[in-house]
């Protein structure tokens, strides 16, 4: 493997409107924020910024409009350091957008508008192909067209590319579309809409996990908010406790982890050390506000993790 990973995101790019507020609202209820930002995100952006920033060399695969908001997305991603050249541009419509809301305990609700995302299409793909060929992993989610997703998908092991699939927001999917994934990396609530399963708890995820896997999935990582995270693959499955952090945001933690797990992998793909890795970098994550870390990030998880003495636990060896 290079020195320095190089990693394509397949994904969105979003403009979003933050909302702080006290509680999250109920079905019909109107609140006054306490406070409000806007600041680029997305996941497909979130994703590629996280793993340029934890030293990858990453290219963004993706379609935004012709709005205002446009050139502050392009110059973010291009700030971390991110390759936008084969961005597509449509005349036609907006940028992608989201609503966030976050209340006092760094939970979350967020609606999104796609927009340009929704017009990314499986022939755009095709078009940028030659970056993924170029590329050691393929990382993509589902805030753009499925059709897309799975060419992304389908050009990566066509190349014997690694492929890491971020199923949210979550849809049904078929074993064809799974068997093209490496890694899946759901949270609580995608796994339960993938397994037909009430995903709660850690033995949940991990009989989830063992359901994913029959239905054609590699290796797998289900992330359960406080509960931790559970690694499940034929090497065996594992479980590491999240890293105690004075959390203020959890909006783009799950981003953060998909980008430090792929990061980690590439580098050792080892699952131990992947977990632990991925699960600093997501509590580093929810430290402050905002979707995407920030450029000394690298510092920060350092001293997590000299910090926590937490090592993922064997939960059964397979």
């Known amino acids: 493997m290079n020195a320095v990973s190089k990693i394509v995101v397949v994904g969105s790019l979003n403009t979003d409107m933050v909302f702080h507020v006290s509680r999250l609202p109920v079905p019909g209820e109107t609140l006054c924020a306490c406070d409000a930002n806007f600041s680029s995100g997305g996941k497909g952006a979130n994703q590629a910024i996280a793993a340029a920033r934890l030293g990858a060399r990453v290219t963004i695969l993706g379609k935004v409009g012709m709005d205002f908001q446009t050139d502050e997305l392009m110059r973010n991603l291009n700030d971390a350091g991110v390759n936008t ?45 030659p970056a993924i060929f170029d590329s050691d992993a393929v990382i993509t989610q589902f805030e753009i067209p499925l059709d897309t997703v799975k060419q992304a998908l389908r050009v990566a092991k066509e190349q014997d590319v690694l492929t890491v699939c971020n199923p949210a927001p979550a849809v049904a999917i078929g074993r064809e579309f799974l068997e093209m994934v490496d890694i899946l990396i759901p949270n609580e609530t995608e796994a339960s809409t993938l397994t ?101 990030c690298r510092k920060g998880v350092k001293k997590l993790l000299e910090r926590e003495d937490i090592t993922p636990t064997l939960v059964d060896r397979k």
Request: proline share 4%; hydrophobic share 45%; aromatic share 8%.
């Open 85 to 129: 050249e084969h961005l597509i541009r449509d005349t036609g419509t907006s940028s992608g957008m989201a609503v966030v809301i976050v209340d006092d305990d760094g939970k979350n609700m967020i609606v999104v508008w796609p927009a340009a995302n929704g017009g990314f299409s499986g022939a755009d793909l095709l078009a940028q192909e």
């Open 196 to 296: 037909g399963m009430n995903v709660a708890t850690v033995a949940d995820a991990l009989q989830a996990g063992l359901r994913l896997r029959d239905m054609g999935v590699q290796r797998l990582v289900v992330t359960m908010g406080n509960q931790g995270a559970v690694y499940i693959g034929p090497e065996g499955q594992w479980h590491c406790p999240i890293f105690q952090v004075n959390s203020i945001d959890t909006t783009g933690a799950g981003d953060a982890f998909v980008a430090a797990f792929t990061v980690a992998w590439l580098k050792n793909p080892d699952p131990v050390n992947s977990l632990r890795y991925a699960s600093a970098v997501g509590a580093f994550a929810t430290t402050f506000a905002g979707a995407q870390l920030p450029s000394d």
